[in-house]
């Protein structure tokens, strides 16, 4: 057994398990000996300031609507019926591109 220092802190990040992301369920490897916390997708204002600092030449409207574009694409991963769940890195390279 290795001693660790009392202010020892572990951060991770990793998908979602299960199909596209083939790696390991993480909370199942590690969750009975590491808190784990789930972060959801930004709210839609988080997202529009983060898109519009990606694409600052973009129209606020069509900004918008990329965010409610996305926002659609997660709601039916989450439903079953789209099976990649979209994120805001797809949402921000979709604005880099326009930009």
Known sequence: VLPISPGFRALV??????FPFLG???FRECGDVLSCHVVEA???SSELALLAAYGPDVPPPLLQKVADLFAELRSLADAGSLGYPYS???AVAL???IQ
């Open 13 to 18: 990040l990793a998908n979602r398990p299960g």
């Open 24 to 26: 390991n369920d993480f």
């Open 42 to 44: 930004p709210s839609r």
């Open 88 to 90: 805001t890195r797809e």
């Open 95 to 97: 604005v880099k591109h």
